[in-house]
């Protein structure tokens, strides 16, 4: 079974900091990407990767980037964290066109 | 872009009771996925339909995929209880593969 690790379930920062959320999967798929979610707005896809040191902006890439240094792991980084980025991130990798494996997801509030 | 849309967004029926959900995408995207989402929980791939005319079935839920008309539906047979959850469609978009587009998913809840 393919195994998406969010290294946090809740997360609580102060408005300005920076902020690392770290996804692991253990099944050395090519492609990884960050999504947030929303209440009436779905998934909304921020940065993926296909490939290691590779990445391209989603829909919503304003105020992130991403890091893929080897090819489990993709972070996300919230340079100056915002209260408008109080959200539900989801990470998800995927072998190529297949679906998604998605992790448990981070609860991030800003304050 | 690729527009995902989903109706409806919200559903309460009875158990017992059939329904469907639909889900319309914009684009001529060749496949179709489905995943469901329990309450606090993360999203969990339920149907992959690769082709037009394709239809999966598991349980209570038939998800069919009509590319001509850019169309998937999930139906729901005899609802139970436990179907109660939130359902996203999703799309690729086809020029590069590996970037999906969600619908803003429908929330099912299935009374007795």
């Given at each position: 079974?393919?195994?998406?690790?969010?290294?946090?379930?809740?997360l609580?920062?102060?408005?300005g900091?920076?902020?690392?959320?770290?996804?692991?999967?253990?099944m050395?798929?090519?492609?990884?990407f960050?999504?947030?979610?929303?209440p009436?707005?779905?998934l909304?896809?921020?940065?993926?990767?296909?490939?290691?040191?590779?990445?391209?902006?989603?829909?919503?890439?304003?105020?992130?980037?991403?890091?893929?240094?080897?090819?489990?792991?993709?972070?996300?980084?919230?340079?100056?964290?915002?209260?408008n980025?109080?959200?539900?991130?989801?990470?998800?990798?995927?072998?190529?066109?297949?679906?998604?494996h998605?992790?448990n997801?981070?609860?991030?509030?800003?304050? | 872009?690729?527009?995902?849309?989903?109706?409806?967004?919200?559903l309460?029926?009875?158990?017992?009771?059939?329904?469907?959900?639909?889900?319309?995408?914009?684009?001529?995207?060749?496949?179709?996925?489905w995943?469901?989402q329990?309450?606090?929980?993360?999203?969990?791939?339920?149907?992959?339909l690769?082709?037009?005319?394709?239809?999966?079935?598991e349980?209570?839920?038939?998800?069919?995929?009509?590319?001509?008309?850019?169309?998937?539906?999930?139906?729901?047979?005899?609802?139970?209880h436990?179907l109660?959850?939130?359902?996203?469609?999703a799309?690729?978009?086809?020029?590069?593969?590996?970037?999906?587009?969600?619908?803003?998913?429908?929330?099912?809840t299935?009374?007795?």
């Amino acid at each position: 079974d393919v195994k998406v690790t969010q290294s946090s379930r809740y997360l609580v920062k102060r408005t300005g900091e920076k902020v690392f959320l770290e996804c692991v999967q253990d099944m050395d798929h090519e492609n990884m990407f960050w999504y947030r979610q929303d209440p009436g707005l779905g998934l909304r896809l921020i940065y993926f990767s296909y490939d290691v040191k590779m990445k391209e902006k989603g829909d919503i890439p304003e105020g992130y980037s991403v890091s893929r240094e080897k090819k489990e792991r993709f972070s996300l980084i919230l340079e100056s964290a915002s209260t408008n980025q109080t959200s539900m991130y989801l990470c998800a990798s995927s072998p190529t066109t297949l679906s998604l494996h998605f992790g448990n997801g981070t609860r991030l509030t800003v304050t | 872009e690729l527009k995902v849309e989903q109706n409806p967004l919200f559903l309460s029926m009875q158990e017992g009771k059939n329904y469907t959900i639909y889900c319309n995408y914009s684009t001529t995207s060749d496949r179709l996925y489905w995943y469901r989402q329990d309450p606090g929980k993360s999203l969990e791939s339920l149907f992959v339909l690769l082709s037009n005319g394709a239809v999966k079935q598991e349980g209570r839920l038939m998800a069919s995929l009509d590319t001509k008309a850019r169309l998937s539906t999930l139906h729901i047979t005899a609802a139970v209880h436990d179907l109660s959850a939130t359902y996203f469609c999703a799309a690729p978009v086809t020029y590069t593969g590996n970037q999906f587009y969600f619908g803003t998913g429908t929330s099912l809840t299935v009374i007795p």
